[in-house]
């Protein structure tokens, strides 16, 4: 599986990304909302996402940021970034983006699940995270800053030749309505999203 990450060169043409759905449903799944969405490259500004969650009235207790949203309903994106021409391990760098229905995000990257650093505070602005509640579903918009991935993550450079893997999530840890759902599928036996051997390649493409 190889996801398609599309260029633009506005938000307003988000719609032209590459559909992905998040449909593996794993571990306890209480319930099982549809969720899928589109993540796209707006050029010299950085990774575009937006996503929709079939969901009424999601969980949303928290408000802060890197405030544990994981426990209210949320959708996640993932991105893996391992050095060009190294093999992909658990051990890479990777950026975690985490998102519930009051557009409280957390927002995490490093090298490992063991080594994680809040992305710094400086970047909140430009992310613009956003959601919108309606009345079947709740909607998401988020920019993962590319001046962000460049300094903190190490990335040289993005563009078609930028090597990378990529996960969307949807999930709650809510013991009343605990559910774990992602678009790539996740081959484990106990609940962890933070295994990019089991991202989907991802590619920038025109």
């Known amino acids: 599986m190889e996801y398609q990450v599309k260029i633009i060169d506005s938000p307003e043409n988000a719609d032209k990304g590459t559909l992905f759905t998040i449909d593996n449903y794993m571990w306890t799944c209480l319930t099982k909302t549809k969720a899928y969405g589109t993540m796209t490259y707006l050029k010299d500004k950085g990774f575009y996402v937006e996503m929709t969650c079939e969901e009424k009235n999601p969980k949303k207790e928290y408000h802060n940021y890197m405030d544990p949203v994981c426990k209210d309903s949320a959708m996640e994106i ?3 970034f391992p050095p060009k021409g190294e093999p992909l391990t658990n051990d890479c760098m990777y950026t975690n983006f985490e998102i519930n229905a009051n557009a409280a995000l957390y927002a995490a990257y490093g090298k490992g699940r063991k080594n994680r650093s809040s992305m710094p505070q400086q970047y909140l602005k430009t992310c613009s995270c956003r959601t ?3 009345q079947d579903c709740w909607t998401l918009s988020l920019l993962i800053p590319e001046p962000f ?7 040289p450079q993005l563009d078609e030749t930028t090597e990378f893997y990529c996960n969307f ?3 709650s840890e809510s013991p009343e309505i605990e559910h774990y759902a992602a678009y790539h599928h996740i081959n484990n036996p106990t609940p962890n999203f ?10 920038i493409t025109p």
Do not use: S, V
Not at 194 to 202: D, E, T, V
């Open 78 to 80: 993932f991105l893996a």
């Open 132 to 134: 919108t509640i309606h």
């Open 194 to 203: 933070h295994l990019p051997i089991h991202f989907a390649k991802a590619h």
């Open 169 to 171: 999530y949807k999930i």
């Open 149 to 155: 991935l460049k300094k903190e993550c190490g990335l």
